[in-house]
């Protein structure tokens, strides 16, 4: 049913699905909730636990204190890491410090860092494609000895590096990248490194892959797509380029309804909604109740596929 608005223009929105959190968020927080349960407050989180504002000021809320170093956590308090992984560093830190911590590194970023020493172990050096500075980069950096790992960030990285042996090479990839600037990357390094070892496909995960497809399906029948995530979530980002990319003219990615710019809306008939993997519903369903307020409203929610997929909490936690 179409919901009445003062002004009466019609506007349809088509809201992706699936959209905002994936099971790597929503286990990184049931992590620090269950913590902040089992042992009080506070529990420390170093790094925000997972790229939203929303998200950190909740846990803030209910008695997390985010940090960026584990130096700046003051006594003996327990301490999660966020879902973004962690080089090695960190928790050989945390151990000699005699901290209590908890990873909440999603597993679909630790299964990138065990691929990583498994080439390692097997001699190669390894060609991490993926951006610079985002903690996922840091995290699966840190999992290697210095040098070992070669970041490549775009097409044009990928047709210039050098190797001192490109015969022993293997790739992997950060897990919220673009699948299709991915695969450009991935074509350039086997065409010049014909020997180089990869996964089967990339290691992008089925959360990015599904919230980019779920976009892809909706961004030529949109005039305007409002992206719902935090400037520093990387995947929240992608969606953006991808809506632009697949047909949709203008995408903007918003943290919350009233950064919406309403000039955006003028010309516009149909919009496409959709949120990052750290975004929460509420977010989302804020723009709606928003966009309903100024436009007579009717829904269409376009699913490409229905996610399945729970990780388990650490044991220390369920035991
Ligand atoms: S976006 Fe993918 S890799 Fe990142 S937390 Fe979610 S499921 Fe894990």
Redesign the pocket.
């Known amino acids: 049913m179409p919901t009445r608005a003062p002004e009466g223009r019609k506007l349809t929105i088509l809201l992706a699905s699936p959209r905002g959190f994936?099971?790597?968020?929503d286990r990184?927080i049931q992590i620090v909730q269950r913590a902040l349960e089992r042992f009080g407050r506070p529990v420390y989180v170093r790094h925000e636990i997972?790229h939203n504002r929303h998200v950190v000021e909740e846990l803030e809320r209910q008695g997390a204190i985010f940090v960026e170093e584990l130096d700046e956590i003051p006594g003996q308090f327990p301490v999660v890491f966020s879902?973004?992984g962690v080089p090695k560093s960190v928790p050989a830190e945390a151990e000699d410090r005699k901290l209590l911590y908890l990873d909440a590194t999603?597993?679909?970023?630790s299964k990138v860092h065990r691929e990583a020493e498994v080439h390692y172990a097997a001699g190669r050096h390894i060609v991490l494609i993926g951006h610079a500075g985002h903690p996922?980069v840091i995290g699966t950096v840190g999992q290697l000895p210095m040098g070992a790992v070669t970041l490549v960030e775009t097409i044009a990285d990928a047709d210039v590096v050098t190797f001192q042996d490109p015969t022993r090479l293997a790739y992997i990839t950060q897990?919220?990248l673009s699948i299709d600037d991915t695969i450009g990357i991935i074509e350039v390094l086997r065409r010049r490194f014909p020997t180089i070892h990869g996964p089967r496909k990339e290691d992008i995960?089925?959360?990015?892959t599904n919230r980019q497809s779920a976009v892809k399906s909706i961004a030529e029948r949109c005039d305007l797509m409002l992206v719902i995530g935090a400037p520093n979530s990387s995947?929240s980002r992608r969606l953006v380029e991808v809506a632009k990319s697949c047909g949709c003219p203008s995408a903007h990615l918003v943290q919350r309804a009233d950064e919406i710019d309403w000039n955006w809306l003028e010309a516009v008939e149909t919009v496409g909604v959709t949120a990052g993997?750290?975004a929460p519903e509420l977010l989302v369903q804020q723009v709606i109740d928003e966009l309903k307020r100024r436009f007579e409203v009717t829904i269409e929610e376009v699913s490409v596929t229905v996610e399945t997929?729970h990780f388990k909490l650490p044991r220390a936690l369920t035991a």
């Open positions: 994936c099971a790597g968020v990184a997972v879902a973004h999603c597993p679909l970023v996922e897990t919220t995960c089925y959360a990015t995947n993997a750290s997929t």
